[in-house]
């Protein structure tokens, strides 16, 4: 399956600045040919029109005029362009590639990538419909780079799926199915997705899984396409996949769910008058092995006769088509009909020996490509080893000198956190006695500043009382909060607490909390086991951050250090 059927959405007019349109090829033409006065003045359109309806040989001239026409650039490469398209479309491959060829020349020349790696796109197709796999390859490969360099997801899936179809032909699955996953993965962040392309793209997949007998993979992906289908109406691709299905359950041996999807098919071929010749191919082949396992050979042989019907010269590159000739040999001797039996069975062995020589050639190209890609990967490996060998020891220098410092570093940190939690538990000590004096002495503070304000008095013999009773531990605590506790509005319980207490609110609620936190964790061992989170929740705190932070402001260390010196001490 081709993967897509047109690649530009829109007419491409592109400014190209050619000064003669050079043509080479089985229909090279000269200067000295003489242009009919009647072809002076025509326009690109009308020369094209002549094109699509001449004979190889009556298009020279015409060419010629074509390509003499001064000043349309643009025109004249659009032209060959859609010529090329006009004989793709009428599966005239051979003309196709060839014009497709003098346009990629023209984009070429005048640097426009984007369009280049359009006409490629095409060349590569009329390549592979007409089974030059090859050059289609090789096509293909051009249009990757571009797609890539230009970072343009579409050409890149299409380019793949190409290449993927190749590898496909040449037996190479595994390298095929690694290519189009990857494709699969961009279409879904493309203009691809539920589309059309999308669908030719899962049946590509199901295609491989089915050359490597993985049925339920088939099934599957057959499913996903069938159901992305249905809802645009793309017969072709519900066509494709229902056969396929029919193909899974005749290598199941089971018949009778073969022949129902296959005659499925059959209906949406006839009730939308498809003429696409590999549905209808791949549709009459499986019925053939149908009828041929069940021992209808007449049928299978009338099946492989609407084959037949279809099929031209170039098709017999067709591995499908080989494999069709096989069956009715099959079938003819079967029935006794030696005469044709011995006709189809030469005509596969010696169309298949030519097959497989061109194959190889296409595998030995496809080697060469890896392996120039290997090279290339091995190459840089080894620039970048040189460079690493030179700046090695250097590199050392600094990693040994970045570990004496750290390492003196690490070891001062710790001195100077041993002596802080040394400290820090002399202080604890004193805590509850300190805490005493404190309040102690904020009282009498009290009595010197306004010592009849009886007021003063009764808010901090409130917030003592709050105190005893942590209600500093709640989540909920705040100014206000504390304000209606004791009795009096926010501004002025502020500025008591900044006098008396001589700290902000926040510091002073803080210092409570982590003075707290301090004795338990000291004394209450399960406490200790709690995690930082459950630790800052159980006192107030609503995220382990903002106490590790606050705890850290206080003590100088991490609370983490802090519990796991005291376990030492245990």
Not at 99 to 111: E, G, L
Request: glycine share 4%; with cysteine.
């Amino acid at each position: 399956m081709i993967f897509f059927k047109r690649i530009l959405l829109t007419p491409l007019f592109f400014s190209i600045g050619l000064s003669v349109f050079l043509t080479t090829g089985v229909f090279a033409q000269t200067k000295d040919v003489p242009v009919p006065d009647s072809l002076v003045g025509k326009s690109s359109k009308e020369l094209g029109r002549f094109i699509k309806t001449s004979t190889p040989a009556e298009a020279k001239i015409y060419e010629l005029v074509l390509s003499s026409l001064k000043n349309q650039d643009s025109a004249k490469t659009n032209e060959y362009y859609y010529i090329a398209l006009s004989f793709y479309k009428t599966g005239n491959y051979e003309r196709s590639a060839y014009y497709f060829n003098h346009a990629a020349k023209a984009a070429k020349q005048a640097n426009y990538d984007l369009f280049l790696c359009a006409i490629y796109l095409k060349l590569g197709n009329s390549y592979l419909k007409d089974w030059k796999n090859q050059k289609a390859l090789d096509t293909y490969y051009k249009a990757l780079e571009i797609a890539q360099k230009n970072r343009n997801i579409k050409y890149e899936i299409v380019a793949n799926s190409g290449i993927t179809m190749i590898r496909r032909r040449m037996k190479q699955l595994d390298k095929a199915l690694e290519v189009c996953k990857h494709s699969l993965k961009l279409a879904e962040n493309s203009s691809f997705k539920n589309g059309k392309n999308h669908v030719n793209l899962i049946t590509i997949i199901s295609e491989i899984y089915m050359d490597q007998k993985k049925y339920d993979s088939v099934l599957y992906y057959a499913e996903i396409g069938i159901r992305l289908s249905k809802p645009i109406s793309y017969h072709i691709g519900t066509i494709d996949l229902n056969t396929k299905k029919g193909a899974v359950f005749f290598y199941r041996n089971d018949l009778p769910k073969a022949f129902e999807y296959l005659y499925r098919v059959e209906d949406i071929v006839n009730t939308h008058k498809i003429k696409q010749k590999k549905s209808i191919l791949n549709l009459h082949y499986f019925l053939a092995r149908c009828y041929y396992k069940q021992g209808a050979y007449r049928k299978a042989i009338a099946s492989l006769d609407r084959i037949l019907d279809l099929l031209e010269k170039k098709d017999s590159r067709n591995d499908r088509v080989l494999e069709a000739y096989r069956l009715l040999a099959d079938c003819n001797e079967a029935i006794g009909n030696e005469r044709k039996s011995k006709y189809w069975l030469n005509k596969y062995t010696v169309l298949q020996a030519k097959f497989q020589d061109e194959k190889d050639k296409t595998v030995n190209k496809i080697y060469n490509k890896d392996t120039q890609e290997l090279g290339k990967t091995i190459k840089e490996l080894e620039n970048k080893q040189q460079k690493e060998v030179r700046y090695g020891i250097i590199v050392v220098l600094i990693l040994l000198v970045s570990l004496i410092i750290v390492g003196g570093l690490f070891y001062r940190r710790q001195k100077v956190n041993k002596t802080i939690f040394n400290d820090l538990m002399d202080k604890i000590s004193n805590l509850e006695s300190e805490r005493k004096t404190e309040i102690i002495g904020s009282k009498d503070s009290a009595k010197e500043i306004i010592i009849d304000d009886d007021k003063i008095n009764n808010v901090l013999k409130g917030l003592d009382r709050l105190e005893s009773q942590e209600y500093f531990l709640k989540s909920d605590c705040s100014l206000s909060t504390m304000a209606k506790k004791v009795k009096t509005n926010t501004t002025y319980l502020s500025k008591i607490i900044k006098i008396h207490k001589e700290k902000s609110f926040n510091d002073y609620i803080n210092d409570l909390r982590i003075e707290y936190v301090l004795k338990r964790l000291k004394n209450d061992k399960k406490f200790r086991s709690f995690s930082i989170k459950s630790i800052a929740s159980e006192i107030g705190y609503k995220s382990d951050n903002s106490f590790t932070k606050h705890f850290k402001s206080k003590t100088g260390l991490n609370p983490s250090y802090y519990i796991k010196k005291i376990e030492n001490l245990g």
